[in-house]
């Protein structure tokens, strides 16, 4: 499997941009998250999904950040409009989730590097 | 709430040394699971060694081993013989059991000294 594919990689837009961040899961996976790292703050988890439905979004900064998991295999976290202080590494993970092994091993992708000057 | 600490934010070990990073949590669950990752520059986020809160025995992978101590409320990670790509940060996470949500810690920057 080739693990969790997000792009892009790295994102430089305007303030007041749209941004939309790409997410593909490890196939057969059930659940999905969506993190935001930087140096103040660490790793954050902004929303996690089951089975493509909201669990938890308690993360998620403000109504400027959606996301969205319209099937198994695809996620979107979008920012509308964005801001300076959005600039982050963001992550997705998949897991096998409840149904999976007890530990419920999140596995990573790479990351986006988004940065709004 | 459940909260993870890691009160060193930099680390250094001599190359084939060993070296041990700190992390309590705080939670008032009984079964849940601990981890460590690591994030090399490369920032992909590597399990590195997992722990089941109902096991006594501490894990081990390879020169990886945790200290386990529950009534404290503490996990660290020991790595032994440090090699030059053990350098990167290392996050202590926390997962109860009955959801799926992973709690970070702020992480702990390593540097091996060649």
């Known amino acids: 499997d080739a693990g969790v594919i997000q792009s892009p990689r790295h994102e430089v837009t305007e303030m007041g941009q749209e941004v939309t961040l790409r997410c593909k899961p490890i196939s057969g996976h059930n659940s999905l998250f969506w993190y935001r790292q930087t140096m103040m703050r660490g790793l954050e988890l902004l929303i996690y999904?089951?089975?493509?439905?909201?669990?938890?979004d308690s993360g998620m900064p403000e109504d400027r950040f959606s996301a969205k998991m319209p099937n198994a295999s695809f996620s979107t976290l979008k920012i509308q409009p964005s801001e300076p202080r959005d600039s982050a590494v963001y992550f997705c993970a998949s897991s096998l989730g409840r149904t999976g092994n007890s530990y419920n091993e999140q596995f990573f992708g790479p990351g986006t590097r988004l940065t709004v000057l | 709430a459940q909260t993870v600490t890691q009160s060193q934010p930099e680390m250094s070990v001599q190359e084939a040394e060993t070296v041990t990073l700190s992390c309590t949590y705080d939670t008032s669950e009984s079964d849940y699971y601990l981890f460590w990752y690591k994030q090399p520059p490369s920032r992909q986020m590597i399990l590195v060694i997992r722990?089941?809160?109902?096991?006594?025995q501490n894990a081990t992978e390879n020169r990886f081993s945790v200290n386990f101590q529950k009534a404290a409320k503490s996990f660290s990670l020991k790595i032994s013989d440090s090699q030059l790509g053990d350098a990167a940060m290392y996050f202590c996470a926390y997962r109860r059991n009955r959801d799926d949500k992973i709690i970070f810690g702020k992480g702990t920057r390593l540097h091996i000294l060649p």
């Open positions: 722990q089941e809160a109902y096991k006594q």
């Open positions: 999904f089951n089975n493509n439905v909201p669990i938890d």
